[in-house]
């Protein structure tokens, strides 16, 4: 089991991300915030896994137009 850790803008964003979405998770390479991007619709969530301590971080949400700048 991991653990999720957020980061502190983080709570905020989560409250407008649509419920009905369909999940797709995307290894990122050489991104400057996250090593992961899971796709929610129009939405982006960017988090590091740290597998030694089965932990999440979830380091950013928003909007795909918004979410990479």
Same mark, same amino acid.
């Given at each position: 089991m991991f653990e999720l850790i957020y980061? &502190?803008?983080?709570t905020k964003d989560i409250k407008q991300i649509p419920t009905k979405s369909l999940l797709h998770i995307k290894h990122l390479s050489n991104h400057p915030v996250a090593e992961y991007r899971l796709r929610i619709g129009k939405y982006r969530v960017l988090f590091d896994v740290d597998w030694n301590n089965h932990q999440i971080l979830i380091l &950013?949400?928003?909007h795909r137009s918004h979410i990479y700048q």
């Open positions: 980061a &502190k803008n983080v &950013k949400i928003g």
